[in-house]
């Protein structure tokens, strides 16, 4: 894992050298992000969302924060101003609109009403400031070394995860108290909010016609 990075952290200065010899640098746009998390010992675990623990050939299917937070970099001189950070909740489904904005802001027409799942982040690359989303929704379905299927409801403080394949290994977190996610407290605490949670996922599932419900 360690040698990945250092090998993307290599590959990537290569890239920057080669804009900046060509002198494209302040004009192009560099995004980097992974496209998942990754556990070495975080749970116990090992690996991402179809983990196992370590010394095992147990698997955790899981949607912990380690697996699901990927790192984000966008490299724009001309617009994004050195060392900003953003703290609102970005998913990889707003690159499309963020990008056809990005177009339409250089001159080109694009004259279709699309109709996209994602935000665009335009304004925040620009250093604007708006509340881009107040809850995320993900699911997971896993097919290797164990059959899973995983839904999951986060906002800033609260985080549910729904397991179709087995009801008894539902989670609930409070990430403001517990960003660890070491206590499940489904059917302890906060059972009026995990109601709250499980209809919104019942909804959204039922807005993008996923084969699975409760």
Same mark, same amino acid.
């Given at each position: 894992?360690?040698?990945?990075?250092?090998?993307?952290?290599?590959?990537?200065?290569?890239?920057?050298?080669?804009?900046?010899? *060509?002198? !494209? #640098?302040?004009?192009?746009?560099?995004?980097?992000?992974?496209?998942?998390?990754?556990?070495?010992? =975080? +749970? $116990? &675990?090992?690996?991402?969302?179809?983990?196992?623990?370590?010394?095992?050939?147990?698997?955790?299917?899981?949607?912990?924060?380690?697996?699901?937070?990927?790192?984000?970099?966008?490299?724009?001189?001309?617009?994004?101003?050195?060392?900003?950070?953003?703290?609102?909740?970005?998913?990889?489904?707003?690159?499309?609109?963020?990008?056809?904005?990005?177009?339409?802001?250089?001159?080109?027409?694009?004259?279709?009403?699309?109709?996209?799942?994602?935000?665009?982040?335009? *304004?925040? !690359? #620009?250093?604007?400031?708006?509340?881009?989303?107040?809850?995320?929704?993900?699911?997971?379905?896993? =097919? +290797? $070394? &164990?059959?899973?299927?995983?839904?999951?409801?986060?906002?800033?403080?609260?985080?549910?995860?729904?397991?179709?394949?087995?009801?008894?290994?539902?989670?609930?977190?409070?990430?403001?108290?517990?960003?660890?996610?070491?206590?499940?407290?489904?059917?302890?605490?906060?059972?009026?909010?995990?109601?709250?949670?499980?209809?919104?996922?019942?909804?959204?599932?039922?807005?993008?016609?996923?084969?699975?419900?409760?």
């Amino acid at each position: 894992y360690y040698a990945s990075i250092s090998s993307i952290d290599r590959n990537i200065g290569y890239l920057l050298e080669e804009l900046e010899r *060509l002198k !494209l #640098q302040e004009n192009t746009i560099v995004i980097f992000m992974g496209d998942n998390g990754y556990m070495i010992g =975080h +749970h $116990g &675990l090992e690996t991402k969302g179809n983990a196992w623990y370590i010394g095992t050939n147990i698997r955790r299917p899981n949607m912990f924060e380690y697996s699901i937070l990927v790192p984000l970099i966008i490299r724009w001189p001309e617009v994004i101003e050195k060392g900003s950070i953003c703290e609102e909740m970005v998913s990889s489904l707003d690159f499309f609109p963020t990008l056809v904005d990005i177009l339409r802001w250089s001159g080109v027409e694009i004259s279709i009403d699309l109709e996209l799942d994602g935000t665009s982040i335009f *304004l925040l !690359l #620009q250093g604007g400031k708006f509340k881009l989303r107040e809850e995320i929704y993900l699911l997971y379905d896993m =097919h +290797h $070394g &164990l059959e899973a299927h995983m839904r999951m409801l986060r906002n800033e403080e609260k985080k549910l995860i729904l397991h179709y394949e087995d009801e008894t290994k539902h989670e609930f977190y409070n990430l403001k108290d517990d960003p660890e996610e070491e206590k499940n407290i489904f059917g302890i605490k906060d059972t009026n909010i995990q109601q709250e949670f499980i209809l919104k996922v019942k909804a959204w599932q039922n807005k993008i016609n996923d084969r699975l419900s409760l």
